[in-house]
């Protein structure tokens, strides 16, 4: 009996640890904030230095931005294709908030204030970002930007 007791006691301990390391790895770590912060810091200097390769490097799988130009949505190919077009002289980026979207999302929030050379425009404008994590990288997936006062 004491046997019976001993092996169904091991069993359950031995249970209860495989589910515990289940579930430690069902829940991947939160995206630290200064990482996505990091990357959206890079993809604008890759913007301005029109590095399309970089840009496109870090865009998810059905991309999408919204800019209120009256333009409508643009995918990936067109935001890459804008780098031409858009002189960006020079930008600055604040107040990020990172806020998580489940356990492979999280939804970036900031503002910048931008010029763009012989266009004659000096835009301030919030921007919400969702970032999904695909494999071991976090890639841009939407993009809102909303021009501000």
């Known amino acids: 009996m004491r046997v019976k007791l001993l092996i169904t006691a091991t069993c359950l301990v031995m249970l209860a640890s495989a589910w515990a390391q289940q579930q430690t790895q069902a829940t991947p770590a939160r995206p630290p904030a200064s990482a996505l912060e990091a990357k959206v810091r890079r993809a604008w200097e890759d913007f301005k230095n029109k590095n399309k390769s970089g840009f496109a490097a870090i865009l998810a799988d059905g991309f999408a931005e919204v800019e209120d130009d009256g333009g409508g949505s643009r995918n990936a190919k067109a935001e890459v294709a ?68």
């Open 82 to 149: 804008e780098i031409d077009e858009f002189n960006l002289d020079q930008y600055t980026l604040k107040d990020f908030k990172i806020k998580p979207i489940g356990a492979d999302g999280a939804l970036v929030t900031y503002m910048a204030e931008y010029t763009v050379s012989g266009q004659s425009v000096h835009q301030k404008a919030a921007y919400g970002e969702v970032w999904v994590r695909r494999g071991n990288d976090w890639k841009l997936l939407y993009v809102q930007e909303t021009k501000v006062k």
